[in-house]
């Protein structure tokens, strides 16, 4: 082999070396780029599944589901999930103006999740309490995990579905930490319920 | 008949300072109660921060977190029991929350590491690519060296 073969076998090293600190350089110093950042919220069954959700509730009887928020934000994220119990005249949250509902939570949970990962509870509910009276459904309390929450809140019949409608709602909340305050997260879901005064 | 009105009189004041007490009472118990949660709020945010801050220089929180989650859970039940007014409640569950967030600030505090900085990457780059030429060079000149004394033992 000629000197120059070796020259060029030694010069074509130094490059690949060269490259190859440079590509780790690079790596470790500019971000990865981390795509779209968002949360999912989600309501399962009592079989944990997407399916069987409760529909028609009747006082003093226990009905189990599950809520599931998935973080995709790069980052650990602390959340903040408020559970509301509207009537069918409550407004529900505005996801263009991303404006979160008017109505005041009864319940919250609070939760840090870290990226790409799952955070899953069971939530069991119940009400109580009920009274029917003039065209009014009543519903006193509600029962969150083995929590009594006196609540007081009515509905009036509605004629074209022949129930009495109640929303609960799940609203996803995130902590910003630059402006140290949660924030309306846009992700809400809700159970629709029929209530009825039979058990 | 005088003496009767006077009785009832006084029993009037009684009954309006008593109420006049209460509801101070309660106003404070409130705000107190208040002021405990934002202190307790106040407390795991920072905590928070000091989390983010932590695993972006890439310190294992994972662990943490789970501990976190006990004092964030704590936290949410003092804001539920202000709902319900049980201001006993309050005032346990933000103590347990502050208390479990110092011990995790204190935690994230010990495992903070040295934060490699870009500038330090970057020297150790240059570092590094200078180092490989140099013994890129000196290979070159014991080659070098050994082809052209093969070559003269040749001729």
Redesign the interface.
């Known amino acids: 082999m000629k000197l120059q073969h070796y020259k060029l076998i030694l010069i074509c090293i130094g490059l690949v070396i060269v490259l190859a600190i440079s590509s780790l350089t690079f790596t470790a110093i500019v971000p990865e780029s981390q795509g779209e950042k968002y949360s999912e919220l989600y309501l399962l069954g009592h079989q944990h599944m997407a399916k069987d959700y409760p529909k028609n509730i009747g006082p003093n009887q226990n009905y189990t589901i599950y809520y599931d928020v998935v973080n995709h934000v790069g980052a650990p994220a602390y959340y903040l999930l408020y559970i509301k119990f509207l009537n069918s005249s409550d407004n529900l949250p505005d996801t263009t103006l991303t404006k979160a509902s008017s109505s005041k939570p009864v319940y919250e949970y609070r939760f840090v999740v870290l990226d790409d990962q799952t955070f899953e509870n069971p939530l069991t509910f119940s009400i109580s309490n009920t009274a029917v009276s003039n065209g009014k459904f009543t519903v006193g309390n509600l029962q969150l995990n083995g929590e009594d929450i006196k609540i007081d809140k009515t509905a009036l019949w509605n004629s074209t579905k022949s129930e009495y409608q109640y929303k609960l709602l799940f609203e996803l909340w995130s902590y910003n930490n630059i402006s140290n305050m949660f924030e309306f997260n846009n992700r809400f879901v809700y159970l629709q319920l029929n209530c009825t005064n039979r058990s | 008949m005088k003496k009767h009105n006077r009785i009832l009189k006084y029993l009037f004041y009684i009954m309006m300072l008593s109420l006049f007490a209460s509801i101070c009472f309660s106003t404070a118990q409130t705000n107190s109660n208040r002021l405990s949660l934002d202190a307790a709020n106040n407390a795991v ?1 920072h905590t ?2 000091d ?2 801050d932590a ?2 220089a890439g310190v294992e ?2 662990d943490l ?1 789970g501990q ?2 006990i004092a ?2 704590f ?2 039940d003092a ?2 029991a202000e ?2 007014g049980d201001t006993k409640a309050v005032d346990t569950k933000t103590d347990a929350a502050v208390s479990i967030a110092r011990h995790v600030s204190a935690v994230l505090q010990q495992r903070a590491l040295v934060k ?1 900085d ?1 500038i330090l ?2 020297l150790f ?1 240059i570092i ?2 200078v180092l ?2 140099l013994v ?1 060079c000196v ?2 000149r014991f ?2 060296h050994s ?1 052209n004394q093969n070559a003269l033992i040749e001729s």
Do not use: D, H, P
């Open positions: 945010n928070l921060n989390l983010l695993e972006s929180v994972t977190v976190l989650n964030v859970g936290l949410a804001e539920n709902r319900r490699v870009f990457v970057l780059a590094g690519i490989s030429i890129l290979v070159w080659i070098k082809y």
